[in-house]
């Protein structure tokens, strides 16, 4: 993909990448924890699911020595409306 300034963005992830899906209706994200270095190399989703927790696995490259966790309240006034 080329930027608007002519700059190559793109691709991100290794050759071996997967592509990832919620396979049920999620009612509300409830977690995401990214694992980060320089770069965000993965993260885990929490959803609900019929008032279930469900957790992903960790989803992306296994670096990133650090991790933050985006809890409900900043989640669900920032990602819904992706």
């Known amino acids: 993909m080329v930027g608007p300034t002519?700059?190559?963005i793109g691709p991100w992830g290794t050759p071996?990448?997967?592509s990832f899906d919620i396979a049920a209706s999620a009612s509300q994200i409830?977690?995401?924890r990214l694992h980060t270095?320089?770069?965000v190399d993965s993260l885990e989703v929490s959803y609900l699911v019929d008032r279930k927790n469900i957790e992903t696995r960790r989803l992306g490259g296994d670096g990133?020595?650090?991790h933050y966790t985006?809890?409900?309240k900043y989640v669900a006034n920032t990602l819904y409306g992706l």
């Open 6 to 8: 002519g700059i190559k």
């Open 16 to 18: 071996g990448a997967c």
């Open 30 to 32: 409830t977690r995401v």
């Open 37 to 39: 270095g320089t770069v």
């Open 64 to 66: 990133g020595g650090s």
């Open 70 to 72: 985006v809890r409900k």
